[in-house]
């Protein structure tokens, strides 16, 4: 099957830092990939979808300013949220979206910013 | 809005019961019907479903849509301990495929 990798999994930082997260389809491309982020108990909410070659589509109420997305390549897309706070801690997770519309996911990211 | 909802939220069940979940669905541009299994990190895919009527079936899971009722049941059979998680079923829709995910449903199963 395919497989989308995403690294670091887990990213402990200080509030104000950046912070930058890879997603990567290994044995497929992917024109399009997805980031979602996910609360405790809570469904994954769409952030924005990733374009390669193209400005990201963001969902309404996310900053494109704060949620910087690059896909600058048909494997590897970006994620780097800036100036983190605290309220940015949760999981993100990134997919990739195969020839017949299938999101595969990666393992996620755990964001803590203290 | 898209809107996707999966019933029951959560379930318990002792291991070899049959379970049913789940999955309505009200959206625009419809393309298809997504089942993932979400354990500790993230979802991973099981089935997508596009046309009505027809089952899809891998090991003792099933899955089926209903494209009339705007519908879909995730069936496990002979259910084991290993199959406790979050079910989550999502719509495909527009041209982009975004997925539009409904809350899960979290079943446990217990020996």
């Known amino acids: 099957g395919a497989v989308v990798s995403q690294h670091p999994s887990r990213v402990i930082c200080k509030s104000g830092t950046s912070v930058k997260i890879e997603c990567r389809s290994l044995?497929?491309?992917?024109?399009?990939m997805f980031w979602y982020r996910q609360f405790p108990k809570q469904s994954l909410m769409l952030m924005a979808t990733?374009?390669?070659?193209?400005?990201?589509?963001?969902e309404q109420g996310v900053e494109k300013d704060k949620f910087l997305i690059n896909h600058a390549s048909l494997t590897l897309s970006t994620l780097t949220v800036t100036s983190a706070h605290p309220e940015d801690s949760s999981f993100y997770i990134c997919?990739?979206?195969?020839?017949?519309?299938?999101?595969?996911f990666g393992p996620g990211t755990r964001l803590t910013v203290l | 809005e898209d809107k996707v909802v999966q019933s029951p939220l959560s379930l318990v069940v002792h291991e070899g019961d049959t379970v049913t979940l789940n999955c309505s669905y009200e959206?625009?541009?419809?393309?298809?019907l997504l089942w993932y299994k979400q354990e500790k990190k993230a979802p991973t895919f099981l089935f997508m479903l596009?046309?009505?009527?027809i089952e899809k079936k891998s090991g003792r899971l099933s899955s089926i849509l209903d494209k009339k009722e705007l519908f879909s049941i995730l069936n496990i059979t002979a259910t084991q301990t290993g199959d406790s998680a979050v079910y989550l079923c999502?719509?495909?829709?527009?041209?982009?495929?975004?997925?539009?995910f409904g809350t899960g449903t979290r079943l446990q199963v217990t020996l």
């Open positions: 596009t046309s009505s009527g």
């Open positions: 044995d497929f491309q992917a024109t399009t």
């Open positions: 997919s990739a979206r195969d020839r017949e519309g299938t999101q595969y």
């Open positions: 959206v625009t541009n419809f393309r298809s």
């Open positions: 990733s374009n390669e070659g193209s400005k990201a589509t963001y």
């Open positions: 999502a719509a495909n829709t527009g041209t982009a495929s975004k997925l539009t």
